[in-house]
C-alpha cells in the first residue's frame, strides 16, 4: 500500500511548503529575480523531466523478462516514477503559478538496457544538481525540502547501480555536486522544447563532450568527443573531491588518472593551462560517467 508515502509526503507539504510560499510571495520584489524560485524551477525542471521518463518510457514487464529481469524490477521502476510524480507535485505546489511546465524529451530510449543506462544517468545528476544547489537556496525549509528529495534521488541511484546493474550502490565516500549550467547541460541534450509560457532559467548548455567506453575504469585510455576538440585541451574530472585530476588529450584520447577514484564522475573539456573547472574556461562537457569498483576490488583497495 503507498498510503504511509501518501501521508508522509502530505505532512512534508504542511511543514515545508506554507512557510516556503510565504517566503517567496515576501522575496519577488518587482524586477529582482529570486533566486529561491528559480532554483525550485531548476529542480523543477528536472523533476519534470525524470518523471515525464519513467511514465512515458519504462518498457512492458514482457520486455524486462526477455532482458534476463525479475518482474519485480519493472515494479520498482514503476515506484521510482510514482516517486518523481511525487516531487512534481510538490515542487508545482510550492511554487504555484510561477511553476514551470513539462517539455517535450527525446530519451533515446530503444529498450531495457538504455531504459536502464538512462536512469543510472539521470538519478546521479539529480543527486549533482540538488547538491550544488544547496548552497544558493536562502531559505531554510526549502533547504530541508530539497534535502529529503536528494536522500531519495540517491536512494533510486544506488537501487538501480546494485539491485539492477549488479554493481555498486555507493560508488564514492562522497557525492559530486554539479552547478547550474554544468546539471542543464547534461539534461539539455534531452529536451526538445518547452511551453514558451515557461520562465527563462538563467541556465546555459555547455557544447556536448562525450567519451568511450561509456563505463571505463581508472587507468584506461578512453577516446573522448566534442565538436570543440582542439590540441592541447585537458580534460578535468570533478568528483565528490571537487576537481581532483586532469589528462591531457592527446589525439583525441585520455588516460583516466589514478586520482579520479571511483563513484559519479564528470569529466569537463578545459584549456591546457586550467587550474580548475569554471563555467568560464569550460570548453565541452561535462560528460557523466561512473567508475564502479567490482566487490572484491572496492574490499581491496579499502582494507588497504
Ligand atoms: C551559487 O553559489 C555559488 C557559491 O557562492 C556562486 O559562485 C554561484 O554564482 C551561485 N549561483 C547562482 C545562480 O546564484
Ligand atoms: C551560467 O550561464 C549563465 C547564462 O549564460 C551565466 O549568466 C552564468 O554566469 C553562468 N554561470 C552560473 C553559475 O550560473
Known sequence: MIAPVAAGLAALSMVAAAPVEQTIAKRAAPGQADIDTVILNYALTLENLENAFYRDHLPS?????????????????????????????????????????????????????????????????????????????????????????????????????????????????????????????????????????????????FPAASISPAAPKVGQTVTVTSSKLKSGQKLAFITGGGVVAFADINDGKAKLPAAVGFGRTYGVIVPGDAKTVTDENTVAGPVAFDILPTASEAAAFYSQ
Open 61 to 205: 514487464k514482457a520486455a524486462f523478462s526477455k532482458a534476463g529481469y525479475p518482474s519485480w524490477v519493472h515494479d520498482r521502476f514503476t515506484e521510482i516514477g510514482g516517486h518523481e510524480k511525487a516531487h512534481v507535485a510538490f515542487l508545482s505546489k510550492a511554487l504555484g503559478d510561477k511553476a514551470v511546465k513539462e517539455c517535450t524529451y527525446d530519451f533515446g530510449v530503444t529498450g531495457v538496457k538504455s531504459f536502464i543506462a538512462t536512469s543510472q544517468l539521470l538519478e546521479g545528476v539529480g543527486v549533482s544538481a540538488y547538491l550544488g544547489a544547496a548552497q544558493n537556496i536562502t531559505n531554510t525549509d526549502y533547504l530541508t525540502a530539497a534535502g529529503s528529495i536528494l536522500t531519495t534521488e540517491s536512494r533510486h541511484s544506488a537501487w538501480v547501480q546494485s539491485s539492477v546493474a549488479k554493481s555498486d550502490a555507493y560508488g564514492a565516500t562522497q557525492d559530486t555536486p554539479l552547478n547550474f549550467n554544468q546539471t542543464y547541460s547534461l539534461a539539455a541534450p534531452l529536451i526538445k522544447s518547452c511551453p514558451k509560457s515557461n520562465a527563462a532559467l538563467p541556465v546555459t548548455a
